[in-house]
């Protein structure tokens, strides 16, 4: 049995513990600007202007009346570009059924061209905004984790979000327009 002295010190020690641990959490946590609003599930998608691979500015509002799948992903990571052949797969299977597969770039433009060259998508890229707030970050991707995917209903509105590469099955789950993911 403890003596109370030494149930003090274990119950200090517990709670300098539980302190130490929220506040390393809290420091790794992405703040959000004021004045920003980060959408979720169930919002309506934000409608920002993004450029796309030859400087034209594309709005995604012009998305309206298909399902959306939004994938961001780098040129540098490799989850994202493991999962891009996937996505080109996806795209190919559901384009007839109004579904487009759009990724944005979260990289800089010349390592984008780059790797696209070497690697042409079937679907449009556009490029996102690094600087804060963050195109990711605007569509919940509060820890700007790549690859990140959203997927939009025919009115913009998100209908799902996911961390991490998209394995095969839910992206038929996803596009499938006569299924809720």
Known sequence: M???TNQFILAVALLAAIAGGWLQH??????????????????????IAL???????????AYRGHRLLINFWASWCEPCLTEMPALSTAQRKFADQGVIVLGIAMDE??????????????YPILLGQLASPSTSLRFGDLDEVLPYSVLLDENGRILATHRGPLDPGRLDRWLSPATAP
């Open 51 to 61: 450029l796309d691979l030859h400087g034209h500015q594309r709005r995604l509002s």
């Open 109 to 122: 433009p010349d390592h984008v061209q780059a790797f696209l060259a070497d690697h042409p998508m079937n």
């Open 2 to 4: 403890l003596s109370r």
């Open 26 to 47: 809290e420091s790794q946590q992405v703040r959000v600007p004021p004045g920003v609003h980060v959408a979720n599930v169930g919002d309506l998608r934000p409608d």
